[in-house]
């Protein structure tokens, strides 16, 4: 019989398995996160202002409820002179949702796939930047000109907290805004494009929200501008404006990124930058490999190990 070391590695260089992977996507759909005591204040004073990316911290605004109607978590930040850093000029409140398809690599080791993106912008209460994914044959791929391909939206996650549940992809995405002087904000009018921008951060199940679970864990804000500590506001914050049935938070970041497009009249343009925080959560259910299953593997792989031996005998 294999000893336990080769056991071990035998479970470790074995592919994924029916048993052991969920084959079949799962789907994701996950609502951006708001709490009405953030309704009228964006996370904090515009540039050169350095701010934290983050609502209900020390340094918000309060500007008023017409610029952030629904108290949302997630926001856009434009820096309009490109200089970099946490400053910024004007920061959208983001609703909408984002779905995803997750499929399993090796155990606890996840593809991801962004399948759809519908974000609503208000950056004033008369100026709305919303923010959609590029796919192929949508409106942002129908000219050269705008330089984004939609064939990103796509990453991983490692789903354990061995590997601080950290979820990264790329998101192929534009803008399209009234912010050019348009009346309405019309979908199929793409007023600034993004191609294969990183996102970054984490996807933790809600039940892991727990100060014993994160002091085993390490959760930074992933672009690295909060001076506080992040999991004390993941647990005082965020965890209590989830809804019950949350299954997973969602926390990404992008680190400022030039647009590739940028339609005239805008008040960015390919030199300004535009960073994001995106918190949401998701009812959905991503299972994870149950230890009868990764018996069963064991069992398999010792069984194949075994009847080798007697063959070759």
């Not at 064939?151 to 912010?179: E, K, M, V």
Request: charged residues 10%; hydrophobic residues 40%; glycine residues 12%.
């Amino acid at each position: 019989m294999r000893s336990l070391a080769s056991l071990t590695m035998a479970l470790a260089i074995t592919p994924c398995l029916v048993l052991t992977c969920n084959a079949d996507p799962v789907t994701a759909t996950f609502v951006l996160l708001d709490n009405s005591n953030f309704v009228g204040y964006k996370p904090s004073a515009p540039a050169p202002a350095i701010g934290d990316w983050l609502v209900g911290t020390g340094d918000d605004q309060n500007v008023g409820s017409g610029y952030n109607p629904n108290g949302a978590f997630s926001h856009n930040f434009a820096d309009f002179g490109g200089a970099g850093g946490a400053g910024f000029n004007m920061a959208p409140s983001l609703s909408g949702s984002l779905t995803a398809q997750f499929t399993e690599a090796t155990p606890g080791a996840w593809n991801v796939a962004v399948t759809s993106l519908a974000y609503s912008g208000q950056a004033t209460p008369v100026m709305f930047i919303n923010q959609f994914l590029v796919t192929p044959g949508s409106p942002a791929t129908q000219n050269a000109g705008f330089n984004v391909d939609g064939l990103g939206n796509s990453g991983n996650w490692q789903g354990t907290a061995s590997g601080n549940w950290a979820i990264d992809y790329n998101l192929d995405f534009y803008f399209a805004t009234n912010a050019d002087g348009d009346v309405s904000v019309d979908p199929n009018d793409v007023d600034a494009t993004f191609n294969d921008k990183p996102q970054g951060g984490y996807l933790i199940p809600v039940e892991a929200l727990t100060a014993a679970t994160l002091s085993g864990v390490t959760l930074d804000d992933p672009a690295g501008f909060y001076g506080g500590d992040f999991e004390e506001y993941l647990l005082n914050l965020v965890k209590p404006s989830l809804p019950v049935n949350a299954t997973y938070l969602l926390v990404t970041q992008m680190s400022k990124t030039h647009p590739d497009y940028a339609e005239s009249g805008l008040p960015i343009n390919t030199s300004g930058l535009i960073g994001n925080t995106t918190i949401a959560y998701t009812t959905a259910v991503i299972p994870e490999p149950t230890s009868a299953s990764l018996m069963l593997l064991a069992v398999g792989v010792m069984s194949g190990g075994m009847s080798r031996r007697r063959q070759r005998k």
